[in-house]
């Protein structure tokens, strides 16, 4: 019975200071090997693992900040060839109305230079259409007047007009 008061009298009132301080010191142990292997590590961990995000948030920002920059850049790289573009076509308009113009007054000076020829070869073949049929028309008279002369003439006539001839083209000279 004794050995079970001090047990009940060491749980009913009574501190045990060796548990206690056991306790303690076993408790402090530890957390020293709790910090030197599990916390220590695991902070180095947490440390690496904060230096990585801020890295890959500093990277993404430079990341954003150069996309950014390169968007703008193509923007104004667009621009800037539209620009060029619009220019390309108004340069070629120009030119094309500029051509479209020459080919105009071209077309227009042969076709004149080609109507002034018509016009030309035309007077000529009419001239000497003309002149074609004057000489027909005058060796047709001499036939005609020759036919009518051997037939109306005697030869006393015929003698007459041949002299009278002769003497109006010895006046002449």
């Known amino acids: 019975?004794?050995?079970?008061?001090?047990?009940l009298g060491a749980t009913a009132g009574g501190l045990?200071?060796?548990?206690?301080?056991?306790?303690?010191?076993?408790?402090?142990?530890?957390?020293?090997?709790?910090?030197?292997?599990?916390?220590?590590?695991?902070?180095?961990?947490?440390?690496?693992?904060?230096?990585h995000i801020a890295g890959e948030i500093d990277a993404a920002e430079k990341s954003r900040t150069e996309a950014s920059k390169l968007l703008e850049e193509q923007r104004e790289l667009l621009k800037q060839a539209r620009t060029e573009a619009q220019g390309l076509?108004?340069?070629?308009?120009?030119?094309?109305?500029?051509?479209?113009?020459?080919?105009?007054?071209?077309?227009?000076?042969?076709?004149?230079?080609?109507r002034e020829s018509a016009k030309?070869?035309?007077?000529?073949?009419k001239e000497q259409a003309v002149a074609a049929i004057r000489e027909q028309v005058a060796t047709l008279s001499v036939m005609i007047a020759?036919?009518?002369?051997?037939?109306?003439?005697?030869?006393?006539?015929?003698?007459?007009?041949?002299?009278?001839y002769i003497v109006e083209a010895g006046d002449g000279k």
Not at 1 to 7: D, E, G, I
């Open 1 to 7: 019975m004794l050995t079970s008061s001090l047990v």
């Open 16 to 51: 045990n200071t060796g548990d206690i301080l056991f306790q303690l010191i076993m408790f402090l142990v530890l957390l020293a090997l709790l910090k030197k292997y599990a916390w220590g590590p695991l902070m180095g961990i947490m440390k690496q693992r904060e230096e």
């Open 89 to 114: 076509i108004e340069n070629a308009k120009k030119q094309g109305d500029i051509q479209r113009d020459e080919i105009i007054a071209l077309a227009r000076t042969e076709s004149d230079r080609i």
């Open 120 to 125: 030309l070869e035309i007077e000529m073949q």
């Open 146 to 164: 020759s036919k009518v002369i051997e037939k109306e003439l005697s030869a006393a006539d015929q003698e007459k007009l041949i002299n009278d």
